[in-house]
């Protein structure tokens, strides 16, 4: 498995602007455990599978 790239890890606010959250809705799903992030230096990245699979959870909940 290779390494995610820089490109593959979102900020908090560009996952704020993918899901049209507020900081602290986000925060609370990294908190939470729902969404999977990781920590750089001070810097929490998201990386983009995790995102993928919180939405992919979230829509066959719905479904469901």
Known sequence: ??????????????????????RSAVY???RTRQLG?????RS????THALTDFIRTRLEQDAA
């Open 28 to 30: 609370d799903l990294i």
């Open 44 to 47: 929490r990245r998201i990386p």
């Open 1 to 22: 498995m290779t390494p995610p790239t820089s490109a593959e890890l979102l900020t908090v606010p560009q996952v704020m602007a993918r899901l049209q959250l507020g």
């Open 37 to 41: 992030s990781i920590t750089l230096g």
